[in-house]
């Protein structure tokens, strides 16, 4: 079953319920509003999905242009958080569509996230939505 929700995109004034979303998904409190902040002010794609007036989900994403040795206008999604309460219901899934639709709508025609190998739960999600895992690595140092 898929909850009746409406996607809209998100803006400033979403900032708290967001936060408030992602704390409870995480249980972590390390979200920052001030970086939340330039995310969504400056995303081409970050979409909410509202039932009553109410934030219940959001989907946080953007877009790079010739990164990484590519010369390709490349959409990412960076984050998606759904209320507890409305977990299971088909919302993420709905909203994994909609910025995949508003990417296209952007003239994108690739799109990427990075996910934890050991985060079989968001492999699946996004396996769901029609992603599926390439052969790229991520390289990091701490600093």
Do not use: C
Not at 39 to 51: F, R, T
Not at 63 to 68: S, T
Not at 130 to 136: A, L
Request: charged share 30%; net charge negative.
């Amino acid at each position: 079953m898929v909850v009746d929700a409406e996607i809209r995109p998100l803006d400033v004034s979403d900032i708290d319920k967001v936060s408030e979303i992602y704390k409870k998904v995480t249980k972590s409190d390390k979200l920052e509003s001030e970086r939340l902040l330039m995310q969504i002010d400056n995303s081409l794609a970050s979409l909410g999905a509202e039932k009553n007036g109410e934030l219940i989900g959001f989907i946080i994403g953007g877009v790079l242009e010739d990164a990484f040795g590519t010369m390709e206008k490349v959409g990412l999604i960076n984050m998606i958080g759904i209320d507890p309460a409305f977990s299971g219901e088909g919302l993420g899934k709905k909203l994994g569509e909609e910025i995949i639709s508003h990417f296209q709508g952007l003239g994108i025609r690739k799109i990427r996230t990075i996910v934890r190998d050991t985060d079989e739960s968001l492999q699946r999600y996004f396996s769901s939505i029609g992603m599926q895992k390439v052969d790229w690595s991520v390289f990091e140092v701490n600093v």
